[in-house]
């Protein structure tokens, strides 16, 4: 248990009465961990929530959650809902120039709601014959608006041949992952001649593995975004997997950095130490009171630099838009729009790692080097 004196010693070395210019210049060699711990965050915050907005994107503009053959009911499946689709190719013309695309043979029910909702499909509110609503991407590079016309040349997979149609564009979208839906464009399912599938969109909350166990109960063959598109899927988890690993070695190399408190403050309090062993108390209780000291500092600029970070990863959907608006060339295997997501488990992990790793080292440091400094206080005296 710590003495009256040793309590006291502690509170004034915090700062308890020494005013706010001192407490913030003995926290000072913690600065390093305080930025550290915000970059660390703040990657986090972005990482989790780049990954969420890119893996729900992959739905909205692949095949849904499920695709399958036949129709399912999903009536009893909470905010689910399920279309028919078909899927072509063709190459679109106008003045500017020309580009392949790729197309979805939708119903109106299925660009409402969410899907409505995340690609910020903006309509001309006219009923036209071949009717297209294309992406931002396609309307930038072909300098198309509503109201627009250009030809396409429509491959017919039963007739293998392919015919010009007028479209008239009367939607654009905006999905903010122009590398997936630079060549996306919706048209009317009825122009389309391939094959019929049937795209379940399930709730963002809910199992995804709980319904494919439902399909595999009723002997309906499926497949999900993530088998369909696992290329792209699996380059996505990948990537946040090294990131993270990244992450937790920069988080290791900060938990050594504290090591460094504890040289300033011996440095700093030599002559404090040098009256205290005077004074009769003993080595060890010197090193736990320096321990204590070092893990407040840590603690301290990891709680504040945690804060920093957070702001930081809230403030990320804003500068990305700013980045996007002015080059967007620069966040094209990103997406410019998306909502941030805390993982909260995941930073109180790094956090506490963080500061356990910290004390390791300390009371290593403070064992050897710690010691030897201690003496030499001690024999400057």
């Known amino acids: ?63 849904s959650s499920i695709v399958t053959e036949e129709e399912v009911d999903v009536s009893s499946w909470s905010g689910a809902s399920i279309n028919k689709t078909r899927e072509g190719e063709g190459v679109v013309f106008t003045e500017e120039g020309k580009s392949i695309i790729r197309l979805k043979g939708v119903n109106e029910s299925y660009l409402q709601g969410e899907r409505e909702e995340a690609l910020k499909i903006v309509r001309s509110g006219e009923e036209v014959k071949n009717a297209i609503i294309v992406s931002t991407t396609l309307a930038r590079k072909l300098n198309l608006e509503l109201g627009s016309s250009m030809t396409m040349m429509l491959y017919e997979k039963e007739k293998n041949r392919t015919r010009p149609i007028l479209m008239t564009v009367t939607g654009i979208f905006d999905s903010g992952y122009a590398q997936l839906d630079r060549y996306l464009a919706y048209v009317d399912f009825s122009l389309l001649d391939g094959e019929e599938e049937w795209e379940i969109l399930l709730d963002q909350k809910d199992d995804l593995e709980k319904r494919c166990q439902e399909l595999d109960e009723l002997g309906i063959p499926y497949k999900t975004y993530r088998e369909k598109y696992s290329a792209l899927y699996l380059n996505v988890r990948q990537s946040v997997s090294i990131l993270y690993l990244i992450l937790a070695f920069v988080a290791l190399l900060a938990a050594f950095f504290s090591t460094d408190i504890v040289s300033v403050y011996l440095s700093r309090d030599r002559q404090d130490i040098a009256a205290l062993r005077l004074l009769g108390m003993e080595e060890k209780r010197i090193r736990r009171i320096y321990l204590s000291l070092s893990l407040f500092a840590v603690a301290v600029s990891a709680l504040g630099g945690t804060v920093l970070g957070l702001l930081l990863g809230l403030l990320s959907p804003s500068l990305i838009r700013i980045v996007a608006s002015s080059n967007p060339g620069l966040v094209e295997y990103y997406i410019s729009s998306f909502s941030v997501t805390v993982p909260t488990m995941e930073l109180l992990l790094m956090v506490l790692a963080m500061v356990v790793l910290s004390a390791i080292t300390l009371f290593i440091s403070l064992s050897t080097s710690g010691r030897k400094e201690l003496m030499a206080i001690v024999s400057d005296r």
């Open 1 to 63: 248990m710590k003495s009256d004196g040793e309590r006291l010693y502690i509170g004034r070395k915090r700062g308890r009465g020494m005013g706010v210019k001192w407490t913030l210049s003995s926290l000072l060699p913690a600065l390093l961990i305080f930025l550290i711990t915000a970059v660390l965050v703040f990657a986090m915050v972005f990482i989790s929530s780049m990954t969420t907005a890119i893996d729900r994107m992959i739905i909205m503009l692949g095949s």
